[in-house]
């Protein structure tokens, strides 16, 4: 096969304006991801965008050449320009992959792929999340243990606002009481949608071994699998002549 | 069960553009469908409401006081506000059933509740359309015979740009050769969705008793199934106190 | 609509194996999951059968007459008779719901229905279980909380081997850091089926108001949809007579 | 990735009954079909098992070392060992993918996976068959026109008793007017599984190079995704303690 072509974007914001994030994630979020896949994937490659750069580093070029797209955003998801969620969109459709990371369930983008408001329970107190393999044979599973554990994270809780998940990968548990459908696919038109939970700003997830292998994983998974561009068109000529029988 | 209150939405343009299309349904489309729904649904509280009107006709409180609304759109998608599709598309979430008719597979409520284009191919020679049913179990399709025939409509054919239907109810054959999945079910939060493809304005479809059959059923099948007011609250409070093992 | 006709299976073993069980449920499970039913469903027709009886009680003509059939079982799967399996799952698919309970995830009828071995982990030390709400709207979960507690259950764990749920209403946090899908809907053929995890033998779980609004709503929402006798006919004259284009 | 190892599973008795089959395929149905995928997937180790070798030539050991099976059968359905009916659906929960050919919609191990009777309307008299792609980007249908004509095929019709596909590759439209969901994609377990309509045994199908093509594209979609050995484990010792907030 060849070589996947993994564009990582980042809101990378918080990271600017909070010393706590900026602790954790010095160069931002999104290096640390793209390093993960860069580890995981040696052959892949795996560039960055930021919401700063001109049209977001998501230009018409850029993404025609993005096998895979990971999403990360929370405060500024109002910022994203509409054309750029409906270039990005079109781009799901016609084949590329998308991994839509923790607090991006309420990015434009993931919205407007679902039709639906994604909506959820939370609370910020970093508390332990088991997260659950619900379907060992999946190739975004393999790798990972029955579960895994990540000592301190943001709880999200259901319900959760989606449509019924075509897999469903991973299952949270939450010191706190709650559950919650950590990992999730779907296919849109040509597009492969992987929405995968932990993953706040304040704590190190992004370095954890096992949630780098997920992410690797699903970079694999969501790889287009064809091609399509979609049209409407007015096709004039029947193919049959029919005389009722 | 409570009385169903069922509104008719209808676009009302092409009446009153086309003589061809004013001698078939003088009165416009919706006032057809919506005569179709009172003679099979009795007890229902059926009203129309159109584009014309202002807000469309489609008021929060004209939308919370229906529990499934019927929509045939074509040549003026883009003159329906932004503002009435959320509403719309809220509502649904909430619960409202929602009967996407024929060309409206490509107005904005539709395609921002399933997150693709909903495009197709089409032929618009009036051809022979036969309508089957995929399960006769289902309630979409009771009093329908295993087929029933349109002898003039316009061809619909694969690809159908939508997610996967959640129950496939009928499928179309074409004289001109095509197929296509012409009634297909979706559920997107708490509402439930029918898409039906016939229907084309140049047609008497409408008056035919097969497809008011099939959209009293639908009307009926997409009745609210439940209460979920949505939000994405922070609980502070945790269930439980965990001591690690 | 006509009264709901409700027959609860039990496999009413273990209540005359155990002095345990006997004191939870002196009258066996199944009396307790029926009373459950006729208090919350007064104009349903509730019976009851169990496996010593003929035919385990399932005869052709008892199963015609039931709308909607609860089943529990456990150490005696292997006694149920391979004809009576068959003739319940030839009843399904032409449209009678079927609530599968606890234990009976590894019937010989819920496995052949799911094509699947429908294995899970499992530890049966009696602990708390919060079973959260995945859909406030699905009719299953009408008049239950975001969550409720059952203080003391068996522990059903992913991986769940069934096919992905078409809905999924309920997933359960176990206190010893398990999840589980516990509330799933599928449709096969005409009929509704839905899994329901709690009910271990000894907890009163089926004495709990919430496990019985559950098991209410969901014989309400596995009530037959519409009538279909399948066969594979012969369908010797075309309808159709083409000429190629 | 590995070479892909794929067994051709033949009934082959109608070859060795009927005359006017064997003119068609001398040596087999199973010998076109392995040699259309040997052409197409050189990388591949093709093997070939009928109906009479012992164990049906489906022993443990072969399974195990199958990494896709496919499947033609029609009149001896009846004639397959329950055994080794079982040893190929645990293999399928275990990963191995499954092409399931034609009339073995109706075989013991199709019925068994779907959880339903797989039953449709058919009509033997060779006529025209239109192949339609739904997505287009899906790798089933990759190198496959928007239709593909099979000129004298066996007609099936809807309804065809099986779960709502997964994803829906192919519908085809009949000379005759009918219509059938001709390529249907499922996952059970860890199993692909790919029903594909065309085949009848009068006819040259298996010659065909569209047809050849997607039986390629099929084997390699449905190559193994993951490891998961299933069992049911009873987890012990808890992971967490809790103690109530």
Redesign the interface.
């Given at each position: 096969?060849n070589s996947l072509r993994i564009t990582v974007w980042g809101e990378n914001v918080h990271e600017h304006k909070s010393a706590k994030v900026k602790a954790v994630y010095p160069d931002g979020m999104h290096t640390v991801i793209a390093a993960g896949l860069r580890r995981l994937l040696p052959e892949a490659a795996v560039t960055t965008a930021t919401l700063q750069e001109p049209e977001h580093g998501l230009t018409a070029e850029r993404l025609r050449e993005t096998d895979v797209l990971t999403w990360w955003g929370h405060m500024a998801h109002h910022d994203v320009a509409d054309e750029v969620v409906k270039r990005v969109?079109a781009r799901v459709?016609?084949?590329m992959g998308l991994l839509v990371l923790h607090s991006a369930h309420?990015s434009k983008i993931f919205r407007?792929?679902?039709?639906?408001?994604a909506?959820?329970?939370?609370?910020?107190?970093g508390?332990?999340e088991?997260i659950?393999?619900?379907?060992?044979?999946?190739?975004i599973?393999?790798g990972i243990d029955?579960?895994f554990v990540i000592e301190k994270e943001e709880m999200y809780?259901?319900?959760?606002?989606v449509?019924?998940?075509?897999?469903?990968v991973f299952?949270?548990?939450?010191?706190?009481?709650?559950?919650f459908?950590s990992g999730c696919c779907?296919?849109?038109?040509?597009g492969s949608i992987f929405y995968f939970r932990p993953g706040h700003e304040l704590f190190p997830t992004y370095y954890d071994p096992n949630i780098q292998r997920v992410l690797a994983n699903a970079a694999e998974w969501a790889r287009p699998?064809?091609?399509?561009v979609?049209?409407?068109?007015?096709?004039?000529?029947?193919?049959?002549?029919?005389?009722?029988?």
């Open positions: 096969m969109h459709l016609e084949g309420h407007s792929l679902m039709g639906t408001t909506s959820l329970s939370w609370r910020d107190e508390e332990r088991r659950w393999v619900c379907n060992p044979g999946h190739p599973a393999q029955r579960q809780g259901e319900p959760f606002a449509p019924p998940p075509e897999e469903q299952i949270s548990w939450f010191e706190g009481g709650e559950v459908r779907w296919r849109r038109g040509n699998r064809g091609t399509w979609e049209s409407c068109p007015n096709v004039k000529v029947p193919l049959e002549r029919v005389a009722s029988a």
